[in-house]
């Protein structure tokens, strides 16, 4: 629980009142455009990373001029929560800088790295898929976490359970999210880590459906985090405040979350790092986490792409030169249903070397939704642990301009694994050692590169 909690909820009773379109039409986007003028913020579209640390600072300090300024505005009340300069650099100075989650064997500490470390990247790889089937939600799970390099997972939403549906806010969704529990805890058992982390419980919407869901100790301090993720464009509601309360009240690491959305209120992807920055601090004062996920996605849905990447990369750069939280961002792409889509194998590449070169300790829904998938985005994540940012975004330029074969069909799990062993069939495993190929052209190696 941060130790601004208190007083967020009880500014949210006595601050400035504003309408939330006007919020969100007139003061945001204001403020935001101003303060990219004044630190003369611009991005580069021919650059898929940010790499200059003298504007990754003035990104953080814009992002940090635009929480003081903008504040925080309370859905329920229709008032602004502000803090003040010291409030927020006190978080700053008392913050969190390692977090340990999954256990026993499975269990690793996510410390500050920077840009170029050898300490790879942890993977947390996407578990299941969105479906009502739970075998066929299990399958995929199990195909993922059999792989070594799998350090956790992010369960993927159930939409239901054969004829029952997810609805929020009833009794029904809290059993999908049970259901989606209990297949993860089985299936990593079968696969021999039981201690998998297991990120968050994707399937719930509501505060009710999370905390029934650790009540049931499927889900527990040692194996999960409880969201407690701002809302776009700067705003909260109690639900933020009750989760972050109960997260203390458990002993459960919270998950802060940031995922601005490009060219709606936000002009850009400069705008997005500086949104991320003042997000990650916002929570930082009313949570007290520590783990944080940062990504970006325009408002048509696409997840790649330089402005993208840009963006993620610049917030992650910003805070790990003047946060150093335990930072993660999102390592798939918007083709990961096509597990042979050759532009999906290229963007996860090039997710993973983004967290390398910007000072990421990790990915999350990393890969795609098949251990084949999760295996190359591990894989490549620890061969590129070490290039320097220059190297990173030059090997990422030559990926850009490669040649992609025509996206084929989506592929049913039993076309590609036999699912009486979880192995993959041959033509998956030619499809991944081609990219091996290519990518040991490209300068990357792995040991497993070379059977």
């Known amino acids: 629980m941060g130790k601004l909690l208190w ?3 009880q500014r949210s009773t006595t601050g400035p009142m504003m309408t939330e379109e006007k919020f969100e039409t007139e003061l945001f986007p204001t403020v935001l455009g101003d303060l990219q003028k004044k630190y003369r913020i611009e ?3 021919d650059e898929p990373a940010m790499i200059d640390p003298e504007l990754a600072d003035a990104i953080f300090e814009a992002g940090k001029e635009l929480l003081l300024e903008v504040g925080l505005l309370c859905k329920d009340t229709q008032r602004i929560i502000k803090f003040s300069q010291e409030e927020i650099e006190e978080a700053i100075l008392t913050a969190r800088h390692e977090v340990t989650v999954g256990h026993g064997r499975e269990a690793i500490t996510l410390s500050p790295r920077a840009p170029g470390d050898r300490q790879h990247p942890y993977c947390f790889n996407a578990a299941g898929i969105i479906t009502t089937d739970t075998q066929l939600y299990k399958q995929h799970a199990m195909t993922v976490m059999q792989e070594p390099t799998c350090d956790g997972v992010i369960p993927m939403p159930l939409f239901g359970i054969g004829g029952m549906k997810n609805i929020a806010g009833t009794p029904m969704q809290t059993q999908v999210c049970l259901t989606e529990a209990r297949i993860m805890n089985e299936a990593a058992a079968w696969a021999g880590k039981p201690g998998l982390f297991f990120g968050i419980p994707m399937t719930s919407t509501t ?3 999370l905390i029934s869901t650790f009540a049931s100790g499927l889900y527990n301090r040692h194996n999960c985090t409880l969201p407690v993720q701002i809302l776009q464009d700067m705003r909260v509601d109690y639900d933020r405040f009750n989760l972050a309360f109960y997260a203390d009240q458990l002993g459960l690491e919270p998950w802060m979350s940031s995922s601005p959305t490009l060219y709606a209120y936000i002009t850009g992807p400069e705008q997005g790092a500086m949104q991320i920055i003042a997000h990650t601090l916002g929570m930082l004062a009313y949570s007290g986490g520590a783990l944080t996920q940062a990504m970006s996605v325009t408002v048509d849905g696409v997840y790649t792409g330089n402005d993208v990447t840009w963006c993620n ?7 790990e030169r003047n946060l150093k939280l335990p930072w993660v961002c999102f390592g798939g792409t918007d083709s990961e249903t096509l597990p042979l889509c050759d532009e999906h194998w290229y963007g996860v590449a090039v997710a993973a070397i983004i967290a390398c070169i910007s000072g990421m300790e990790g990915t999350w829904l990393s890969g795609g939704h098949t251990g084949i998938e999760a295996r190359w985005v591990g894989e490549v994540s620890r061969a590129a642990a070490g290039l320097t940012p220059k190297e990173g975004v030059e090997i990422i330029k030559r990926i ?16 590609l694994y036999d699912l009486n062993t979880m192995r993959p069939n041959q033509l998956f495993l ?3 050692r081609k990219f091996t190929r290519i990518f040991r052209d490209l300068g990357l190696d792995y040991p497993t590169w070379h059977y």
Not at 313 to 319: G, V, Y
């Open 400 to 415: 850009n301009a490669l040649e992609r074969a025509p996206a084929p069909p989506p592929v049913p799990l039993g076309e």
């Open 430 to 432: 030619d499809h991944y």
């Open 313 to 319: 990369s610049a917030a992650a750069l910003a805070a």
């Open 43 to 45: 991005f580069d579209p």
């Open 207 to 209: 505060p009710h459906t």
């Open 7 to 9: 007083e967020a909820i």
